[in-house]
């Protein structure tokens, strides 16, 4: 139980008070009422004595009583009803609340912080009244009456008459047969005359005068003269004088204003004043008896005699009754209680009270003791069986004995007032009235036995509970407490005579005995015993009581505190005391926080929101409904509807108060902030017909690192081209999407008239649906104008005309139940300044009349847009991101801060142009190498011109503007028959094995030596795009050479022509995807020609080997491919001539089929070729159709260029250099030349396709670069074969550098030689033994430099097989030559070879050594003739 102001033993005593009656006269009843009080109101605050009192017990022993307290109230005839009493109840704990200001006491209970108020007044005063209010009952006697006050007045005419006639009034109403009540406590009550007397209206001699003549009639013990009113009341103004009885008061104002007499209304000396009284009382239907007064007939917990008859209080006069009760309540707080009294009128009034209790009440009650134990003495003198046999003869009044069975079921014996065993009771009474405890006890305990041999048992549990009661308060407490008394006492009363107000005082007594000896868990039973349907605010007080147990016993049982706290709340609730219900829910809402708990704290949350609501608390019980949302609720959709329908209709109660206040916060959807996209721009269009918009950047596109970090690349690698190679240090990359990934440390920039898109996700938690309707952006502007002054405006949405920021707002927005969706919300800025997007302002609701269908919201109307709204409420929700986590310094590292993100601060800057690109007749599926034809549109959208257009793509072999002279590029499509991309020109059959020659340089087609190729300028007309006009180009796009899908990055660049201090250049980005299927895969190789001399009669001649294999599959529906030329390009070699001998002129290739080409090649002309860095080059096609197509204009030469150009950027291995080395790297790097060739080959191809019954010509190139003599090369790259997993080998490393040594291949190259002597040669071997044939050898330097060679002929073949097939032959003449060849010159040596019998004989025996003339190594070139020089010699 809680803490209580009063300990136990000052409790008890003050509860159990000797009680006595006043009876006043009309005119007493005046005087007192001049201080808005009744006499017995005026002695309230002074009936406790103020010293002890001493007194004889029946043994003569002297007994001491200390803080005695006498209740003197006025007669009343009528018992309290019930209904009145609990209606009095009611109001006490109501009016009972905690301070305002209290602090609670801490308690620390394991995990638990619990804030707990200690005491609670409300229980302290509902138990103080409930025991005031206890009607008197006649099984016991603790409140009868014990004596009487008379009071009349000196200013009556015959005071001493008036004193006869009240005496007779209270006699007859003592021993009158009609007045059951009230209950006195013996007959010969004891009477006391009072006079009253009005010191400052009355004549004091005449006072003095009757005083005396009473002290002759009743003795000086009797009677007195109390002096009152001793100032006037209209000088209450003057001097404040303490007022002692407003805390009785307005404590109970029923109980203690006993006939309600003090009224608002004024007092007038009519003596039928009650006219002006509430009606409440009952008094209106009284009649006055002998001019008495008549106030004493009804007693002040009589309900009004128009109530209800069953007397329940929530019927209708329950309200009139509470609150014309509140008005007279409120009429009392104004009145000044005892204004005609002064300091001296207190001290009279507290030594009248003690002259009354120490000569009238003590010796009264003293005597009445010693004549009680007299009787008792003398009947213990009997035998108990005769006095049995006596109490059978004489007891004619009693009801016949019954059967122990009915006993039980009934409250057992009714004893007559005179029976000799209520003398016992009525002696111990009277002991414990005056604390003598010891003896009431042995009385108790000897009234306890006799009942319960009578079986009256109302007697008997009365005896037990009073002796429990006693024993306990025995002084140096001989015998512990019997609880066992009590609980026998508290079954008996409510089991057997079923009085629950009995069992109630038994209970609250023994709990608080209980509570003193820190029995905690005891007294929490007991008070939960009691706990019944037929009282709620009994109950509620009760289980409040047993939880303040529970969490003070010596080891708190929190959880148990927090249920029967809940368990109170709830029964408070059902007794109407909504303030103490929702102080227990919100006491109890501690434990059940956070711990997981769910379910019970939804349902504290919505009781503590209803019981808010009820209060008018509106703030607090949108705070708990609040807290039932957000919570990841587990309730059944039914419940959650209900809880949000209840939220949505307490908060729209708090926004009618509050209409002009600020937007409240919407709890639901949740918003997840860090999830806020921002894209800055308009969206994409859509396809329209062929065509296609530039892709650019949208918020359906997922954030990918891989291709921000390209884009990234892309745009630094155009800046940097703009800013001739260097990217400024004020470059950021530019960002139109801002997402959680981006960087958002800075103002984002956003331009004037282009539409901010802010993409919210909304998630919500409930089973229910919810519906936002008027969704828009909250947003704060400060607009610069241009003065450069700020003048800022907050806005939610802008309706007048100078609209700085233009808002969408999106009419409805439905989230299904647990359903994540986004809504994407405009802001169109008009003006340049700061824009701050601070959330999201809606209507919250919900939808009519769902339904749910496994689990799916199926919703009525959904179709149409249209949803019925069941109540909506307006709101707002922030978004407040939090920036990422800062890592950089010591000390960020140690604690935790985190930077800002400001993606939802854009700074709106001046206009700038904006660019849309279209592509037209764009392809999505090509052949490998094919080539095709598109067009771009460039418009510009906006209203400033545009310039400096360029685009920058990561594959530049993949498209191409054509070239930047006009001649170069192909007017229109139409150019030739089968609509060819490429530039043809028609030709004679005659030129069909020969090359046309053309040249082109590659500065032409923006592919220079310095500069980036993949950063390519738009060639527009004018170099400037104005407002709204559009541009087409033809753009050429070659289908890369791997199949497969290919994701093609273009990102165009363009500036403003005004330039803008902010913003310096605008991007737009597309991404083409192009799925390739397989074509051709073409392989060459390259070879020295044997043959010396070409028709120029110059040396140096290759032989270009060509293998064409289609590897289409026909999966994109191609029958052939046909070859229709093959042209090369090279600064210094050229293609001459087809040698494939096969007449037929198509070169046809159906799917899986190979094919190969054999081309002469030849050294161009000298005045061919220009300077050696020049970047020129010669062109020669080879013709296999009857069209040429011009290799060296676009696009042919474009895509040659762009594919030459990716090649060179592949990484060449380069050897690291040594300076004392460095002669022989250039000897080593001279015979590498030597092997070295620069010519590249284009394959031209048409491939037929059929397609739906149609067929097409498709066109298209590959290129094989060819670097090395010998070394084939292939048109698309060759899959590199994962090598085999090997040991790990560890070495270390030497420092030694192997001497680098040119390569065999390498070396074969540096001399070529050849062999020239007859096929076969006949001779007469009979005529002449020896054979001599002259064979001539040509030594050509294929170097750039002069060499040294050493030609040895000495030399046989060492393999035995040569000398099996061959034979042997011999040199005659010199057999070793050295000679000098100059560069590229060509030497020939006349030997002879010496035959000595016919046969087959391999020539190529002679070793050819060369060194590089200004060099020491020689090396040792061996014979590149793969086939046997073989001479037949015959005999003739």
Known sequence: MAQCVQSVQELIPDSFVPCVAALCSDEAERLTRLNHLSFAELL???????????????????????????????????????????????????????????????????????????????????????????????????????????????????????????????????????????????????????????????????????????????????????????????????????????????????????????????????????????????????????????????????LDSSSDPSNSIDGPDHVKFASSLHETKKANTGIIHGACLTLTDHDRIRQF?????????????????????????????????????????????????????????????????????????????????????????????????????????????????????????????????PAHYMDTAIQTYRDICKNMVLAERCVLLSAEILKSQSKYSEAAALLIRLTSEDSDL??????????????????????????????????????????????????????????????????????????????????????????????ESKQSAAQQGAFLREYLYVYKNVSHLSPDGPIPQLPLPYINSSATRVFFGHDRRPADGEKQAATHVSLDQEYDSESSQ????????????????????????????????????????????????????????????????????????????????????????????????????????????????????????????????????????????????????ALPGCHTGKHSLSMSVRGRQDLEIQGPRLNNTKEEKTSIKYGPDRRLDPIITEEMPLLEVFFIHFPTGLLCGEIRKAYVEFVNVSKCPLTGLKVVSKRPEFFTFGGNTAVLTPLSPSASENCSAYKTVVTDSTSVCTALVSSASSVDFGIGIGSQPEVIPVPLPDAVLLPGASVQLPMWLRGPDEEGVHEINFLFYYESVQKQPKIRHRILRHTAVICTSRSLNVRATVCRSNSLEDEEGRGGNMLVFVDVENTNTSEAGVKEFHIVQVSSSSKHWKLQKSVNLSENKDAKLASREKGKFCFKAVRCREKEVAAQFSE?????????????????????????????????????????????????????????????????????????????????????????????????????????????????????????????????????????TSLHYPESFNHPFHQKSLCLVPVTLLLSNCSKADVDVIVDLRHKTTSPEALEIHGSFTWLGQTQYKLQLKSQEIHSLQLKACFVHTGVYNLGTPRVFAKLSDQVTVFETSQQNSMPALIIINNV
Request: charge should be neutral.
């Open 353 to 481: 009270i003690q002259e009354f209790t120490f000569r009238g009440l003590l010796p009264h009650i003293e005597k009445t003791i010693r004549q009680l134990n007299d009787q008792l003495i003398s009947r213990k003198g009997l035998s108990r069986s005769l006095f049995s046999a006596t109490k059978k003869w004489f007891s004619g009044s009693k009801v016949p004995e019954k059967g122990i069975n009915e006993l039980k079921n009934t409250s057992g014996l009714l004893y007559p007032p005179e029976a000799p065993e209520l003398q016992i009771r009525k002696m111990a009474d009277l002991c414990f009235l005056v604390q003598h405890y010891d003896l009431a006890y042995s009385c108790y305990h000897t009234a306890k036995k006799d009942f319960l041999n009578d079986q009256a048992m109302l007697y008997a549990a009365g005896a037990l509970e009073m002796a429990a009661v006693s024993a306990f308060l025995q002084p140096g407490a001989p015998r512990p407490y």
């Open 1176 to 1312: 020129k080059y010669i062109f020669a096609d080879i013709i296999f159709g009857n069209e040429q197509i011009i290799s060296s204009a676009s696009p042919c030469a474009d895509f040659f260029y762009r594919s030459l150009s990716s090649e060179l950027k592949k990484p060449q291995a380069q050897p690291s250099v040594h300076a004392e080395k460095q002669s022989v790297e250039d000897a080593v790097r001279l015979i590498q030349k030597c092997s070295e060739v620069d010519l590249n080959i284009v394959i031209l191809w048409k491939a037929y396709v059929v397609e739906d019954s149609k067929q097409l010509i498709l066109e298209g190139q590959h290129h094989v670069i060819l670097h090395t003599i010998g070394k084939e090369a292939f048109s698309c790259p060759q899959k590199q074969e994962p090598p085999e997993m090997e040991l790990l080998k560890f070495f270390r490393p030497e420092n030694t550098t192997v001497p680098l040594r040119p390569s065999v291949e390498q070396l074969s190259n540096l001399i070529k």
């Open 538 to 631: 009994r109950s509620a007080l009760l289980l409040e009581q047993a939880a303040h147990c529970f969490i003070n016993m010596k080891s708190p049982m929190v959880r148990k505190y927090a249920f029967h706290m809940i368990l109170a709340g709830h029964r408070f609730s059902k007794a109407g005391q909504k303030k103490h219900a929702l102080r227990c829910y919100c006491q109890a809402m501690q434990v059940y926080k956070g711990k997981g708990w769910s379910l019970a704290e939804d349902h504290i949350n919505f009781t503590i929101g209803r019981q808010s609501y009820t209060l008018r608390q509106l703030d607090n019980a949108v705070s708990a409904f609040r807290h039932i949302l957000i919570n």
């Open 710 to 857: 390209q884009w990234r690349e892309l745009e630094e690698q155009v800046v940097a081209v703009v800013n001739r190679g260097v990217i400024p240090t004020n470059f950021y990359p530019t960002q139109y999407c801002l997402n959680s990934y981006s960087d958002n440390s800075r103002f984002p920039l956003a331009v004037v008239e282009e539409p901010i898109t802010v993409e919210v996700a909304f998630r919500n938690p409930l089973k229910v649906p919810l519906l936002l309707t008027d969704l828009s952006l909250l947003w704060k502007f400060q607009p610069k104008d241009s003065s450069g002054k700020d003048n800022e405006e907050v806005k939610e949405l802008v309706t007048g005309e100078p609209v700085m920021i233009g808002t969408e707002v999106i009419s409805e927005f439905l989230i299904n139940s647990e359903e994540s969706k986004v809504a994407r919300l405009k802001l169109f800025p008009h003006h340049i300044g700061e824009l701050h997007i601070l959330g999201v302002v809606y209507n919250l609701g919900t939808i009519q009349g769902y339904m749910t269908v496994d689990g799916i919201g």
């Open 44 to 302: 309230k605050p002074f009936s406790r004595l103020t010293s002890e009192v001493h007194m004889r017990d029946p043994n003569n022993q002297l007994h001491v009583i200390k803080n005695l307290k006498i209740a003197v109230s006025n007669i009343i005839t009528q018992p309290p009803q019930p209904g009145a009493i609990r209606k009095l109840l009611n109001d006490v704990v109501s009016g009972s609340q905690p301070a305002e200001g209290l602090v609670a006491n801490v308690i620390t209970a394991g995990d638990y912080d619990l804030n707990i108020s200690a005491t609670t007044p409300w229980f302290e005063s509902y138990r103080e009244t409930f025991l005031q209010s206890m009607p008197a009952s006649d099984h016991e006697f603790l409140n009868h009456y014990l004596a009487c006050m008379l009071v009349a007045s000196s200013s009556e005419a015959e005071p001493v008459e008036q004193f006869s006639k009240l005496s007779q009034e209270q006699h007859r109403i003592q021993h009158n047969s009609d007045y059951s009540y009230p209950k006195w406590f013996i007959p010969n009550t004891l009477k006391y005359y009072v006079l009253l007397h009005d010191v400052s209206a009355g004549d004091e001699q005449r006072a003095e005068s009757i005083y005396e003549e009473m002290k002759q009639k009743y003795g000086t013990q009797g009677c007195y003269l109390l002096k009152i009113n001793s100032r006037t009341s209209n000088r209450a103004s003057d001097e404040q004088i303490p007022d002692p009885w407003s805390q009785y008061l307005q404590k109970n104002s029923i109980q203690n204003q006993e006939s309600y007499e003090d009224g608002p209304c004024t007092i007038t000396s009519n003596k039928n004043s009650d006219s002006n009284l509430l009606s409440l009382d009952g008094l209106d239907n009284e009649v006055k008896v002998d001019g008495l007064p008549n106030n004493f007939r009804a007693h002040p917990l009589q």
